[in-house]
């Protein structure tokens, strides 16, 4: 059996630089304790951490088709721990250096399979046992938000790598030692300038939105993201607070407008960057 690290090695090693409030605050401290104590055994891998995760999203999915309170309220107790489970497997793939390109994959597939199948039984076990043809459309909803979320966060990271390619190679096409200035989980400072040594496509959307800068530096302090409604709170959202509260409508309808407000900005602030790239583009 291998030596146990401490909790602090465990932090220190494991944490996200950034992350959702919801991990931080309210499933880092449980996660870590779990990571302690599995840690040194190697049968507790990423991929039987992933699948233990899926199979806990199974059991909430059947709690939820229940449809009665009782049974709400044991599905959100299930999938945060499922959610846990799922945290726990970065967290020991960084620990043990045991992460896979496979391991990846799967951890991605099982989350979005846990929602759909959630989704259905939440929504799909309310319309069952009501027949309010409100609830399947509810359910369609949170499946189209959810993939709606993840496909566009990916073809964001591929544009933005794109940017960052073409300016590289226009910097060196003509002759110029520059280096692109990537999206920093450091502290901004408001006054911060570009340098003529610099690539930059992200300095005019800080010089516009300084307020914003204020906001997200006192975010990063707490080690928390300033995307701060994305998929995991809108998952935590419908499928935790929603059946607590026994407020499933109510709490969806919110859940699924902070969202898209939340992606618009993010759509907003690539468009911002594009505009610049543009023009840094054209002056190399």
Known sequence: MAQRPSLAEIRERTYKRRDSWWTVWLVDPLASRLVWLVAPWRRVTPNALSLGAFVLGL???????????????????LFHLGFVLDCMDGKIARLNGTGSLFGTWLDYVFDRLRVVVCSLALFGGQWHHTGETLYLWLAAAVIFLDMFRYLNALQMQKVKLTMKENLTAAAEAAGRVMTYAEETDEEVPLDGAETRSTIDVHGDFRARFG?????????????????????????????????????????????????????????????????TYQRRIAVL
Not at 59 to 77: D, M, S
Not at 254 to 266: K, Q, V, W, Y
């Open 59 to 77: 059991g909430a999915a059947a709690a939820f088709w229940q449809a009665e309170y009782r049974w709400l309220l044991a599905g959100a107790l």
């Open 211 to 275: 307020g914003f800068l204020n906001f997200r530096n006192f975010l990063l302090r707490q080690r928390i993201r300033a995307h701060v409604f994305s998929g995991i709170e809108f998952m935590m959202f419908v499928f935790i607070i929603g059946p607590v509260t026994g407020l499933l409508v109510p709490v969806m309808i919110a859940a699924g407008l902070l969202l898209l407000a939340f992606e618009s900005l993010l759509v907003y602030k690539l468009w911002t960057t594009t505009r």
